[in-house]
């Protein structure tokens, strides 16, 4: 099974910051990953797939970037709704796996 | 608008059974790959089964294999979970996702999910 680490496991920023989060799988996946959000007590809603590409009605302070086994979710211009837990996911190979989470607050 | 609607959850003595139904809206539902992913109080995601968009091929991780039965019906646009032998850990909030086009694919719809909690 392809292994995702996922990385920091927790975040505090400021309103108005750029964060990022890091998701390294243990094979390459050829850009065969998503993001996805989820707020407190939420399903998880897709963010971005392929890597870059935007689900439509996602706001364009979000991106995704990265190639191989190296990805990042960034977000420009922190704001009070992106509190959530943000998880990596590969879907290159099945068993498609997960990142374990990074949990974003506000300071 | 795509709508994933879920039910069947509840509260189930180790060693029973449950079946868990989707009912799907909004889009035709007999083109895509489904999947139902889990996930414990507190704890991440974890992919519980799928099945192609005839019903011909299912998949299932080795914690659930021979216990979990995915199945659907294009005719009533729903998708089930039959759930034999349960365990504790099999405690968890359970989705019903559809994949985005194409299998291997990302979850690109998600549904407000159930919980199942095992327990004696």
């Known amino acids: 099974d392809i292994q995702m680490t996922q990385s920091p496991a927790s975040l505090s920023a400021s309103l108005g910051e750029t964060v990022s989060i890091e998701c390294l799988a243990s094979e390459g996946i050829s850009n065969d990953l998503a993001w996805y959000q989820q707020k407190s007590g939420k399903s998880p809603q897709l963010l971005i797939y392929t890597a870059n590409r935007l689900q439509d009605g996602v706001p364009s302070r979000f991106s995704g970037s990265g190639s191989g086994t190296q990805y990042s979710l960034k977000i420009n211009s922190l704001q009070s709704e992106d509190v959530s837990i943000y998880f990596c996911?590969?879907?290159?190979?099945?068993?498609?796996?997960f990142g374990s989470g990074t949990k974003l607050e506000i300071k | 608008e795509v709508q994933l609607v879920e039910s069947g959850g509840g509260l189930v003595q180790p060693g029973r059974s449950l079946k868990l139904s989707c009912a799907a809206s909004g889009f035709t539902f007999s083109n895509y790959y489904m999947a139902w992913v889990r996930q414990a109080p507190k704890k991440g995601l974890e992919w519980v089964a799928t099945i192609s968009t005839s019903g011909s091929r299912t998949y299932y991780p080795d914690s659930v294999k021979g216990r979990f039965t995915i199945s659907r019906d294009n005719a009533k646009s729903s998708l089930y979970l039959q759930m034999n032998s349960l365990k504790s850990e099999d405690t968890a909030t359970y989705y019903c996702a559809r994949y985005g086009p194409g299998y291997p694919s990302y979850y690109g719809y998600w549904g407000q999910g159930v919980m199942v909690t095992v327990s004696s």
């Open positions: 996911q590969q879907n290159y190979d099945s068993p498609l796996t």
